[in-house]
T-cell receptor
């Protein structure tokens, strides 16, 4: 087990609603990244948080937003849900930020994910 | 163009077989490389990092060819428990995952 936890495990929402997903990072890790994994695809980077600030963002619209708290736990918020938002949402923690001189320096450890279904 | 390209498979091999997966990446400035394993409906788990000199971990061997920008994973003496999807990962300012290669080891 990686020590990264996520809640809830499953969630069903309807189009237009808002959702908040939660992640607790592994002890000693101060960086949290969020990924979206659609069926049959690899995980796609949404954004990363380091010391409570966004530290890089992938190609996702602004309705995907996040927070990191002083204890390094994190939230992913998605507004105005669309059918295509149905996916497995993965949180990963690492002990260093992704961008350290512009390169990733450390491995990421994933939580079990939240499976979101939008109807 | 995708950052990372993988043959999605599926690869169906008998127990005891040797199987190899390849992955190509587009960013020549990529610094770190990994193979992750993902079981059905589970999270990805780190299998091994990939180093320029090549590295081995038991039945698994990973190699990196920077000139040709590809990464490989070799699994020897396949076990039923090796059945999973194998994800190739490269890095820049974020982790880039391939779509994964599906492996089924048949008794």
């Amino acid at each position: 087990e990686t020590g990264v936890t996520q809640s809830p495990t499953h969630l069903i929402k309807t189009r237009g609603q808002q959702v908040t997903l939660r992640c607790s990072s592994q002890s000693g890790h101060n960086t949290v990244s969020w990924y979206q994994q659609a069926l049959g695809q690899g995980p796609q980077f949404i954004f990363q948080y380091y010391r409570e600030e966004e530290n890089g963002r992938g190609n996702f619209p602004p309705r995907f937003s996040g927070l990191q708290f002083p204890n390094y736990s994190s939230e992913l918020n998605v507004n105005a849900l669309e059918l295509d938002d149905s996916a497995l949402y993965l949180c990963a923690s690492s002990p260093m930020p992704a961008s350290s001189g512009g390169t990733v320096t450390d491995t990421q450890y994933f939580g079990p994910g939240t499976r979101l279904t939008v109807l | 163009r995708k950052e990372v390209e993988q043959d999605p498979g599926p690869f169906n091999v008998p127990e005891g077989a040797t199987v190899a997966f390849n992955c190509t990446y587009s960013n020549s400035a990529s610094q770190s490389f990994f193979w992750y394993r993902q079981d059905c409906r589970k999270e990805p788990k780190l299998l091994m990092s990939v180093y320029s000199s090549g590295n081995e971990d038991g039945r698994f061997t990973a190699q990196l060819n920077r000139a040709s920008q590809y990464i490989s994973l070799l699994i020897r003496d396949s076990k039923l428990s090796d059945s999973a999807t194998y994800l190739c990962v490269t890095t820049g300012n974020q982790f880039y995952f391939g779509t994964g290669t599906s492996l089924t080891v048949i008794p």
